[in-house]
């Protein structure tokens, strides 16, 4: 009944590599292999009922006469199956740690991180004139920010287009910042008024 334990556990453990493979090319729902390993694990005790119930009863030990070579192979085969057991089992530990150690990176780097400091994004500025020049002006003023905040080494900006996707969108800056992944804001407005031009600019933490 060992042996046949024994040879149970390697040929399952078989199955299940083979079944871990062939998954992917064969497009099997992700319960495939579960299903598979409860069934060798439930086919286990069956076997074993089956093997002590179908053996043959055991004969006289005087009418027992073993050779010497067949003595000989059934111990080379306990010490093949014991081997492929251990091999097994070695095998299994070492593919848990291995997969438990690939899974601890990826929940950490799911958490989202905190946005680094040196991080600021230029939101379209805000013209309060109905003049388009104005609305031009305004947007060529944040480009030009755009464009000279990203020439300081060590500050990351945003490219025009994500600031842009903001552009009359009345959103809270925190909202703002955690999708752009910045730690503050800059944003400001445009008022003409007669010959004078305003322009306000402020610079918000995220946070």
Request: charged content about 20%; hydrophobic content about 50%.
């Amino acid at each position: 009944m060992l042996r046949v334990a024994g040879a149970y556990t390697v040929a399952g453990w078989i199955v299940l590599q083979v079944a871990e493979v062939l998954m992917p090319a064969l497009s099997l729902p992700p319960w495939t292999l579960t299903f598979v390993a409860v069934t060798l694990l439930m086919g286990l005790p069956i076997t074993m009922v089956l093997v002590w119930v179908l053996q043959p009863e055991p004969e006289p030990a005087a009418a027992i006469e073993p050779g010497a070579e067949a003595s000989a192979g059934r111990r080379w085969v306990d010490a093949a199956l014991l081997a492929a057991v251990v091999g097994v089992a070695g095998l299994t530990t070492a593919e848990f740690l291995w997969r438990s150690g690939d899974e601890a990176p990826e929940a950490a780097t799911a958490a989202p991180a905190a946005p680094a400091p040196a991080t600021v994004a230029v939101l379209p500025f805000v013209s309060f004139s109905d003049d388009a020049d104005d609305t031009y002006f305004a947007d060529g003023l944040t480009e030009e920010l755009i464009n000279g905040l990203a020439q300081f080494e060590g500050l990351r900006v945003p490219g025009r287009t994500s600031s842009f996707h903001f552009k009359g969108r009345n959103e809270d800056l925190r909202e703002i910042g955690r999708q752009l992944g910045v730690a503050h804001v800059l944003e400001g407005s445009v008022r003409r008024s007669g010959e004078k031009l305003r322009v306000t600019v402020q610079l918000v933490s995220t946070a």
